[in-house]
């Protein structure tokens, strides 16, 4: 497909997302079980329940713009869950492990962040606004994730320290 005009670039990204979000959901559970933080832990399966949603949106978006969902291969979230396999197999204590794991997580919701700011400005400017309020609570909700990361490593790297 070539990349004429901003509906298809949108498909474009929209398709390389949507793979995003299944590397996601594949990449959670094993962090899940890495994680030492009965916290983090909550954290990890959170958003998993959330990332699952999340896909059920894009779907919606895929719908809306009458297409079939699928995906391109995500280069940029294969790399960051490469970072964090890496930091999971780490020797490290426990807490510094769950420092490197929120580290490696924040990773992973700036990049949805972005994403998902770029889809949704896309769509308003291609008059699908119905998609746009999809993709604004997609990324409403990466953000919130952002923050209650950065509140649980406020404790954790203070552990980690000592």
Same mark, same amino acid.
């Given at each position: 497909?070539? /990349? ?32 030492? +933080? ?14 699952? +949603? ?39 204590? +426990? ?8 580290? +490696? ?29 999809? /993709? ?12 209650? /990361? ?13």
């Amino acid at each position: 497909m070539k /990349l004429e005009n901003l509906q298809k670039l949108m498909l474009d990204q929209l398709k390389d997302t949507y793979d995003a979000e299944h590397q996601i959901t594949k990449a959670l559970p094993k962090m899940q079980e890495a994680a030492s +933080s009965p916290e983090l832990q909550r954290a990890f399966q959170t958003h998993l329940n959330q990332t699952q +949603s999340q896909i059920s949106r894009l779907e919606q978006v895929f719908e809306m713009l009458g297409q079939k969902p699928s995906r391109k291969a995500c280069k940029g979230m294969q790399g960051l869950i490469e970072e964090g396999n890496e930091m999971m197999k780490e020797n490290a204590d +426990s807490d510094v492990r769950d420092a490197g794991l929120i580290a +490696s997580a924040q990773k992973v919701e700036h990049y949805e962040i972005s994403a998902y700011g770029t889809l949704r400005t896309y769509a308003n400017l291609l008059g699908h606004h119905q998609a746009a309020d999809l /993709l604004q609570q997609t990324l409403d909700e990466e953000a919130q994730t952002d923050e209650m /990361l950065t509140q649980i490593a406020s404790k954790v790297n203070v552990q980690a320290a000592r």
